[in-house]
């Protein structure tokens, strides 16, 4: 698989309930990231978690990080209609460039 | 909140046509970059500029493609001669510092026909 595999591809669940998507990455890495896209538009920056954290929440979401088995997972809890999107993990390594490297991404369905 | 501006939102062009791509970045961010995304595809990694240089480019960005920060607060996307293939939404980004998470644009839909 290439750097940044997201899985399940497409999640559909009720509004209330909580979402857990994953990622799975090959090369070492500086810091992962989670991105949100909503159909047909640009990508907004959710939470950003370090090789050197092993969780980290920002409101309704928390990721976790396991750099020992190369994987992440985000888990969006009490989920809305309004968090239906597309989800992507990005993978930045050391040094200036800062260069990311996106997974396939998982779609979401919230339904209300 | 401050944003990254794309211009413009949406563009057609005819093939073999040069288009350049727009993009304001947020003021006190020092990186940044242009990424495509094919539609249906997964978000790929153009270019990286800092200290009004190339840092790292992808193997996409061939001599097709060139950048530039002329004034201090444009940052530009060029292609010379656009491909069919080339059609993509195009996502312009920048950041403050290392370690620092990225702020995209709204991108630009290029379409070539």
């Given at each position: 698989s290439q750097q940044g595999e997201e899985d399940p591809q497409a999640l559909s669940i009720q509004e209330g309930e909580n979402a857990t998507m994953n990622c799975s990455y090959k090369t070492s890495i500086n810091n992962l990231q989670w991105y949100r896209q909503n159909s047909g538009r640009g990508l907004v920056h959710l939470i950003l978690i370090r090789s050197n954290e092993r969780e980290k929440h920002s409101g309704r979401l928390r990721v976790t990080l396991d750099t020992s088995k190369k994987s992440s997972s985000l888990l969006i809890t009490a989920?809305?209609?309004?968090?239906?999107a597309s989800y992507f993990c990005a993978t930045g390594r050391s040094g200036n460039t800062g260069k990311l490297i996106f997974g396939q991404g998982t779609t979401l369905q919230v339904k209300p | 909140e401050p944003e990254v501006t794309q211009t413009p939102s949406h563009q057609v062009t005819q093939m073999g046509q040069e288009v350049i791509l727009r993009c304001v970045p947020i003021?006190?961010?020092?990186y940044f970059y242009w990424y495509r995304q094919i539609l249906g595809q997964k978000v790929e990694f153009l270019v990286s500029f800092y200290n009004n240089e190339i840092s790292e480019k992808s193997e996409?960005?061939?001599?097709q493609f060139s950048v530039e920060?002329?004034?201090?607060s444009n940052f530009t996307l060029k292609i010379r001669s656009t491909k069919l293939e080339d059609s993509a939404m195009y996502f312009c980004a920048s950041r403050q510092g290392v370690g620092n998470g990225y702020t995209f644009g709204s991108g630009t839909r290029l379409t070539v026909v």
């Open positions: 989920s809305r209609a309004a968090d239906t | 003021s006190n961010h020092l996409i960005f061939d001599d920060r002329p004034d201090g």
